[in-house]
């Protein structure tokens, strides 16, 4: 059974930071894997989605690298500002089905 | 080009009660799903659909049902709400064309059941 896990479950950075997030996940047969961010009270938006022949995708600021083998996803944070605070969630597909992880929620200082 | 949506954003429930949640998409999407999440988690599959007509079982599919009669509409009931059906519930929809499966989420639906 496909299980994700992401560390760590909090973190409080002050503006200006690059930081990374980590994804792991059990099962290394997968599509893709996609990071969300989630806002308070809000739905999910697609950050980066990386496909299993893929060791990385870049969006501005933003870069996820996979490595498959080892079950694991990182996405980097470039330059961090106070409207990167939000719940991070990484999502393992697995026969066409999403796995999430509980999540990262950052908070930017000023 | 309104992408997932879904009816209604917020419901309150009693125990029992029954109410049947709407998710459209207009992307002509194969792949359909309802998740839910409940505080400090992920979302977790609760139904999901493959086309139109076929439904199938996710991690906790129990007290719901599901159809999708039509190719563009995914329906999640609850028959008998009960209080721990309390939690956000979110659409998605997919497609196998060019081997993406990129998910895409509707704004979510808020239920409180009492």
């Known amino acids: 059974k496909q299980e994700v896990t992401q560390i760590p479950a909090a973190l409080s950075v002050p503006e200006g930071e690059n930081l990374v997030l980590n994804c792991s996940f059990t099962d290394s047969a997968i599509y893709n894997l996609q990071w969300f961010r989630q806002d308070p009270g809000k739905g999910l938006t697609s950050l980066l989605l990386i496909q299993s022949s893929q060791r990385e995708q870049t969006s501005g600021r933003l870069n996820a690298s996979l490595d498959k083998s080892s079950g694991r996803s990182t996405l980097y944070i470039a330059a961090s500002q106070p409207g990167d605070s939000a719940t991070y969630l990484c999502?393992?597909?697995?026969?066409?089905?999403?796995?999430f992880g509980s999540g990262t929620r950052l908070l930017v200082r000023p | 080009n309104a992408g997932v949506t879904q009816t209604p954003k917020f419901r309150v429930l009693k125990t029992g009660q029954s109410m049947t949640l709407l998710c459209a998409q207009d992307?002509?999407?194969?792949?359909m799903y309802w998740y839910r999440q409940d505080p400090g988690m992920g979302l977790r599959l609760i139904h999901y659909s493959v086309g139109e007509g076929t439904t199938a079982k996710g991690e906790v599919p129990d007290g719901y049902n599901v159809s999708r009669l039509k190719k563009q509409n995914f329906l999640l009931g609850l028959e008998s709400a009960a209080p721990s059906q309390t939690s956000v519930y979110f659409c998605a929809s997919s497609s196998a064309s060019g081997g993406s499966y990129e998910q895409y989420f509707g704004p979510g639906t808020r239920l409180t059941v009492t």
């Open positions: 999502a393992v597909n697995s026969s066409y089905k999403l796995i």
């Open positions: 992307m002509n999407h194969e792949y």
